[in-house]
């Protein structure tokens, strides 16, 4: 896992909403091959409902 990915997934778990959404756009820019993991993740639960965090989604196409 990326810092990128690793710092994302540490502020999800502290609820720092925002942090974790900077850090999860930083490590899709990078990408990061530990996005893959990001749909099932159940560290990244928190931000799942957030708007950008469904963009992430969108842009990593996962199939259905």
Do not use: C, H, I, N
């Not at 974790?20 to 990078?30: I, P």
Request: glycine fraction near 4%; proline fraction near 8%; charged fraction near 30%.
């Amino acid at each position: 896992m990326s810092s990128e990915r690793l710092e994302s997934v540490s502020a999800a778990q502290r609820g720092d909403t925002l942090k974790a959404l900077e850090w999860l756009d930083s490590a899709l820019r990078v990408r990061d091959p530990g996005l893959l993991w990001l749909k099932t993740d159940p560290l990244m639960d928190p931000l799942r409902k957030e708007p950008r965090f469904q963009a992430v989604m969108r842009e990593l196409t996962f199939p259905q």
